[in-house]
């Protein structure tokens, strides 16, 4: 899986840039959930929050609700250009999701820096539930230019690994609580940027 159809996607729902955050969300394949993008006017220094972005290793303590986050040594996914990594999410009350990813700086698209990531399928369907469920699918970006970043996401749980019920509230909350989270994301990424 790669990135590129989602980037696309994003692409073409991309919300102007206004005098407020704004956010756009849309149904693709018959997922459960929304994907969604999200553009907060501000200014940032898009060296600093490349490099933040890029420093998958210390999400734990920086990122909100990021439990584990770790690279795995890859020789196909190399900094400064890509990382291979695992993490491990709490969502309050109703459980941890982990993943494998590779995050990759794609340069520059429209205008935007563009660093999205994707699934790796394979190695996420590896892990052991022991840790908490898997992800059955998560693909996403940040989008950073002079006076505006932007972040986009596509994500559920495994089914099987969370039952029908918490699928059901992870799913729909997800879809309810979009906005809001694709924001927070937003302004603790600008925050850990600027430290």
């Known amino acids: 899986m790669s990135a590129a159809p989602f980037l696309d996607r994003v692409f073409s729902n991309l919300p102007s840039v206004g005098g407020k955050f704004t956010f756009n969300a849309w149904r693709h394949g018959g997922r459960p959930t929304s994907e969604g993008v999200g553009v907060l006017p501000v200014s940032v220094d898009t060296d600093k929050m490349v490099a933040r972005i890029m420093d998958v290793g210390s999400y734990r303590g920086n990122i909100d609700y990021v439990e584990e986050s770790r690279v795995v040594p890859d020789p196909a996914h190399t900094p400064p250009a890509a990382v291979h990594f695992y993490q491990r999410i709490k969502v309050p009350v109703l459980a941890e999701i982990q993943m494998e990813l590779v995050l990759t700086d794609h340069g520059i698209r429209d205008g935007w820096r563009v660093l999205a990531w994707h699934q790796l399928d394979a190695e996420t369907e590896r892990l052991s539930t022991r840790k908490g469920a898997r992800s059955e699918y998560n693909v996403g970006a940040w989008l950073l230019r002079d006076g505006a970043v932007g972040y986009a ?5 495994r089914k099987s690994d ?3 019920l918490k699928f059901a509230a992870l799913t729909k909350g997800a879809d ?10 937003i302004e603790g990424m ?5 430290r």
């Open 190 to 194: 600008i925050r850990w940027s600027k």
């Open 153 to 157: 996401l596509s994500s559920a749980p």
């Open 162 to 164: 969370v039952g029908r």
């Open 176 to 185: 309810a609580s979009a906005a809001k989270v694709v924001k927070a994301n």
